[in-house]
């Protein structure tokens, strides 16, 4: 019984350890040898924090870069961006990785 005690206080305290690479992996949303850049993605702005420089955006699937359908928070390349939406608007938007980040490089209105 001793043993498994000991057992699960070292895994207790190594655990942590492996988080970070975990963490890192799912930054990316796929290896970093992925495509470093995706055009024409389809979307739905959620929030403009114009603060902080980011877009919430509710996107479809990019198979570029390994991401399935989700709601995820991004920032721009430029913040100029942000001016041309607002919540709700529906969007085809660009992204990049830069410095191991993924930015919106491009948005536009989706056309109807």
């Given amino acids: 019984m001793k043993r498994i ?5 070292a895994l207790a305290l190594l655990a942590p350890a ?14 970093p040898a992925a495509a470093q850049s995706a055009s024409k993605i389809d979307g739905e702005i959620r ?8 877009l919430t955006i509710k996107h479809g699937e990019v198979k570029a870069m390994g991401m399935p359908p989700m709601t995820m928070m ?3 390349k430029d913040k100029s961006l942000l001016d041309k939406v607002k919540e709700g608007d529906k969007v085809q ?6 410095s191991g980040a993924m930015v919106v490089t491009a948005i536009e209105s989706a056309k109807r």
């Fill in 18 to 31: 492996a988080l970070p690479a975990h963490a890192q992996g799912h930054a990316g949303h796929g290896s």
């Fill in 47 to 54: 929030k403009v924090d114009k603060t902080a420089g980011k």
């Fill in 5 to 9: 005690a000991s057992s699960l206080v």
């Fill in 93 to 98: 938007f660009s992204l990049a990785t830069e």
């Fill in 74 to 76: 991004f920032g721009v």
